[in-house]
């Protein structure tokens, strides 16, 4: 059950008594990616160094194909659609844009578990128990990353991907993180494959049927997160949207 596995991995993720709460921002406008991976760099640099507390930053790109280090060139079904960004997270190709919220997860794993298979779980978890506020059953696969949503409307067995995984981890300090398609516009998936998995679909939670703004996701994102990893701070905006 998603309680039971929130309940197992908390003992691992959330930080040590006396440990700062994780600085929880969210960006204004759309954020280049470019300039976001920078950031994450210098972060999670500054974080390993002691120098700036963990954090979470909500983003929302504008269109783009990001390529992950397991990326297949075959993959790329339209290289010309929209701008392609080479990326050291884990994974293959994805889709970002508006509409959908991107969570970069800048985390100490050493004050927490420092386990990736365990962390990456960690992630499915807050995914799932966020969709789960919207009454959505939302699964993990053990051949797949990711979260994904079973879809009998379509058919018996057919089932179709919600939100996407890729990490990266350096001197222990995780950034990348998490994307949750709220109202993307799905047909911008068709230039790609997307994950590499090709027997599936994408939907999001507005194709599912529930009528959620970015900000109510947010706030739910926050609670859920705060359940598995602990004690957010709000802070301020980063940086200025592009």
Not at 76 to 92: E, K, N
């Amino acid at each position: 059950m998603v309680t039971s596995l929130r309940d197992n991995l908390a003992d691992g993720f959330i930080a040590g008594v006396g440990s700062e709460p994780v600085d929880w921002i969210i960006a204004e406008g759309l954020t280049g990616y470019e300039q976001a991976v920078a950031f994450m760099e210098d972060r999670a640099a500054a974080i390993a160094d002691g120098r700036a507390p963990e954090l979470v930053w909500l983003v929302e790109h504008p269109p783009l194909y990001t390529a992950g280090t397991s990326a297949d060139a075959g993959d790329l079904v339209d290289p010309d659609r929209f701008p392609v960004h080479q990326t050291g997270r884990g994974g293959q190709y994805t889709y970002h844009g508006p509409g959908q919220r991107v969570a970069y997860v800048m985390l100490d794993l050493k004050r927490r578990t420092p386990d990736l298979r365990r962390y990456v779980a960690a992630l499915e978890a807050w995914l799932i128990a966020t969709l789960g506020e919207f009454n959505i059953r939302g699964e993990r696969r053990e051949d797949r990353v990711g979260v994904w949503v079973r879809r009998p409307d379509k058919g018996e067995a057919v089932e179709d991907k919600i939100a996407a995984i890729g990490i990266r981890v350096r001197r222990w300090v995780s950034f990348h993180g998490i994307s949750l398609n709220v109202e993307p516009d799905l047909s911008h998936f068709s230039g790609i494959v997307p994950c590499g998995v090709t027997e599936h679909g994408v939907t999001s939670l507005v194709d599912l049927g529930i009528p959620v703004t970015m900000p109510e996701v947010d706030a739910v994102m926050r609670k859920s997160f705060e359940g598995i990893f602990g004690p957010t701070a709000r802070a301020e905006p980063l940086l200025s949207g592009n």
